[in-house]
């Protein structure tokens, strides 16, 4: 199947700083890309919908301010948690959809978050 | 509210037999449903989906069940392998081709 990478896997911040998260399609071209949130031992929440070359959806109770995605081009889309506090710690899963069909929405190994 | 329940945290399976997971939904606006396979520390894995306008599909060892009626559906795997261990999540589709998670179950395989 297509590769969607991550980066960085790893992150470790300082409360307040911002954190910038890439995730990118290797192999195909993603018009959409999709940003979850997993707190231990819970579900995959949707965070937003981000459309290349337009503006991100976010889902209810999700700040646009403080998740910044940016998807500027077809390969790649960013989520940056600005000014992260210990509450934003969670795992960060980033998918692409290179088709219509649900089989065709391909994950991101993840992004471990954990702010001090 | 949760659209879409695991009820089981937990399920632990001698090699060889069948594996069945559990997965109740309650919008009936879902439209298509996956099954994903999860590791530590990685991505989510497609492993099988169903429509909503079928009641069973099959690929190989992994069958997935739809009842619409008692908006449930299941995943069995049998044989179980030692490989199969793993974090199982159901998910449904509602629009926009978003994903609704259950809250996993994780199985695991006895050797």
């Known amino acids: 199947g297509a590769v969607v990478s991550q980066h960085p896997s790893r992150v470790i911040c300082k409360s307040g700083t911002s954190v910038k998260i890439e995730c990118r399609s290797l192999?195909?071209?993603?018009?959409?890309m999709f940003w979850y949130r997993q707190f231990p031992k819970q579900s995959l929440m949707l965070m937003a919908t981000s459309n290349e070359g337009s503006k991100a959806t976010y889902e209810q109770g999700v700040e646009k301010d403080k998740f910044l995605i940016n998807h500027a081009s077809l390969t790649l889309s960013t989520l940056t948690v600005t000014s992260a506090h210990p509450e934003d710690s969670s795992f960060y899963i980033c998918?692409?959809?290179?088709?219509?069909?649900?089989?065709?929405?391909?994950f991101g190994p993840g992004t471990r978050l954990t702010v001090l | 509210d949760q659209q879409v329940k695991q009820n089981s945290p937990s399920l632990s399976v001698q090699e060889g037999r069948i594996s069945i997971l559990n997965c109740d939904y309650t919008n009936s606006m879902f439209d298509y449903f996956l099954w994903y396979k999860k590791y530590p520390a990685e991505g989510p894995t497609f492993l099988i989906s169903i429509s909503s306008i079928k009641d069973k599909n099959e690929d190989g060892r992994f069958t997935v069940f739809l009842n619409k009626s008692a908006k449930h559906l299941s995943l069995h795997i049998v044989p179980s392998q030692p490989g199969d261990s793993a974090v199982y999540f159901c998910a449904a589709r509602s629009s926009a081709r978003q994903l609704t998670f259950g809250s996993g179950t994780q199985l695991t395989v006895l050797p």
């Open positions: 998918s692409a959809l290179s088709g219509p069909s649900f089989n065709e929405q391909f």
């Open positions: 192999d195909f071209q993603a018009t959409t």
